[in-house]
């Protein structure tokens, strides 16, 4: 497989910056993904979620094979087409939200036999079967392998058969992706918080050969600290001159410490999330606009951004909407968080350019409030 | 009272084509106002929103005077700053609301007593504070006389005594707003379905002269034939030389009706309502989104449309949004109704100017689905 070609234009430390360049258009990284869960990036439109500067939407097979399936998405043009984002998809496998979302059924070596959490109708997803979904019938642009997920804490014994078989079901996924100009297949390491797995399964998905790598199984409970402790390893583990993506990552902070350890690629659903609850993002953390103190606060959330919602509204104007629980408050918070996610990429990919990366995480981290939170919420 | 300059460029039977000129720009007649509730024209930006063509919108000053306050969004530098809209505001003189929302503790000639609906907070409205909310502190364009409503049916004397009572809160409305030069202040024809009750009602407000004049104590629950008996005789008993304004109204069908006997303007939650609940306007009437004939149905809603939602979307992608009950569905339909009324109005008004206003009526309703409903829901 030769893949996407990625051209690293500038290294600092373990951190990289470069183009990933796809025939529907360049990912510029360390890249945020926005979420764009069932076809659509909640709240907003394309047009605003382009406005932020994304390169590439998340979009999730899971939900999209039960509603409004998969095949009738093929039969409407593909997902690009169907939401209206000619710009790169990256599709997860489906196997995290079976896990997370249905009612598993079995899970065999073959295949997860799981019922829809939306109307409990019985599925079946399988490495072949994702391939299918995703590159198929999707049409996605960056296709990820079946892996299978284990809950941490997970017993060492657990983690590693979940390791090995996700490996297994990588080379599945590769045979059944075949080769393909126009679309990228990415592995995924597994193996937990333990230095040995996540070598044996990087060593594995090395072997079969992807387009890019990702590391998987983190952001699932294990907190800031020991992520941090995987990323001092792991992203060293793969290929270097491939896309290392960190998926379901995450806040501000955790983007920071990730792409200063080396990785090149991010999803989360925590700005549009948290924007629908009120919460904007900044170089100082989360702020909850219910809050008191912005009744009568007259300044914007970010008057240099290029987004109208963080530039042009008040947050007085801002808190009245979330007081209120009009929609438009969760819009505009939704835009603004992910306008924020972008400029802070961004300013990541200007550091490493000019070599300053280390000197913008120790500002950063200056800035953040003890919590990370808005402590005066 | 001399009012904004209202220049009628074309009559057509009893329906009237013009511009009502405001320092903040041109108001184009027959005109239908979107209603921004608490700020907001719920769901949409004001960008969306002025997409759609609307020269004016309607704020409300129950909603505005209960929560952010209307001390606040003076501090804030008055509505059209606090919500970004730039162009020309009518405000409701919040009677309409204290009747039907809150829980009323008490109505003399003096002043209404009332409970907010949000904390059960006390307060009250008088035509003097009513003139002091809309005109001084939210900085109305087009101010509304406080008056009396009663719900149909009503006894004769009821109306007529809510009819007289809403006269002398016009005068002492009048007396309060004084004289201006960049706002309007709008009187109220109360007087239910009766003539002679109408007939007195007009006299009375044309006696005291006000900038305009509206139609109030219709669409209450008489049903469209009786509202249109209504305005058979009611807009003609008005000054013929200032805009007539139809509160509350409509759906399309109304519309039409109204302005082919010479209503002006108009305001209505309708297009905005609906549009929360999955359903689109359309020259055939409402359709549901829901319904599962648009399941795979690839056509946009209007491809003339000037406005992305109505132009550039599936059906297909707006039954997924319905049925995945996703905020952008609510946010599209929202868009693409305000953007069907405002083609609505805009069809109207040439209908005018070319002396076609009759046929285009008789179009409009041998189009109609016989409920004017979507039958296949």
Request: hydrophobic share 40%.
């Amino acid at each position: 497989m030769a893949g996407f070609p990625f051209t690293i234009a500038a290294t600092d430390g373990k951190a990289r910056t470069g183009v990933l360049a796809t025939p529907r258009g360049d990912i510029r990284t360390p890249a945020f993904m926005p979420v764009g869960t069932a076809g659509t990036v909640k709240a907003l439109t394309v047009e605003q979620v382009a406005a932020t500067g994304a390169d590439i939407l998340l979009g999730n097979t899971y939900h999209l094979m039960l509603r409004p399936t998969a095949e009738r998405v093929q039969r409407l043009g593909g997902l690009h087409r169907f939401m209206r984002w000619d710009k790169p998809i990256l599709t997860d496998s489906g196997g995290f939200q079976v896990m997370s979302l249905s009612k598993i059924a079995k899970v065999t070596e073959d295949t997860v036999t799981f019922q829809s959490h939306i109307d409990g109708s019985r599925h079946s997803l399988s490495p072949e079967r994702s391939m299918e979904i995703q590159a198929d019938l999707l049409g996605s642009d960056i296709v990820m392998q079946l892996d299978e997920l284990v809950a941490l804490p997970a017993t060492p014994q657990r983690a590693a058969d979940a390791m090995r078989r996700s490996a297994r079901w990588g080379q599945r996924s590769k045979n059944a992706f075949g080769e393909r100009d126009r679309q990228n297949l990415f592995g995924i390491q597994q193996g937990g918080l333990d230095h040995a797995l996540r070598q044996e399964s990087a060593d594995r998905l090395r072997e079969i050969g992807f387009d890019g790598y990702a590391i998987g199984g983190l952001a699932v409970g294990e907190g800031h600290q020991a992520m941090c402790e995987v990323l001092d390893f792991a992203p060293g583990m793969l290929p270097a001159d491939r896309p290392r993506y960190l998926m379901g990552v995450g806040k501000p902070i955790d983007l920071v410490e990730a792409v200063y350890r080396g990785v090149d690629m991010f999803d989360c659903v925590l700005p549009t999330r948290s924007g629908r609850h009120g919460q904007a993002w900044t170089w100082e953390g989360a702020i909850n606009l219910k809050n008191a103190r912005f009744a009568e606060d007259d300044s914007p959330l970010d008057f240099t951004s290029a987004v109208s919602a963080s530039r042009d509204y008040s947050k007085a104007y801002l808190h009245h909407l979330v007081k209120s629980q009009e929609i438009l408050g969760q819009v505009l918070l939704s835009w603004h968080n992910l306008a924020f996610f972008q400029v802070l990429m961004s300013e990541m990919r200007a550091a490493i350019a000019a070599g300053t990366m280390t000197a913008f995480r120790d500002a950063f981290l200056a800035r953040q409030r003890p919590s990370g939170r808005d402590t005066s919420a």
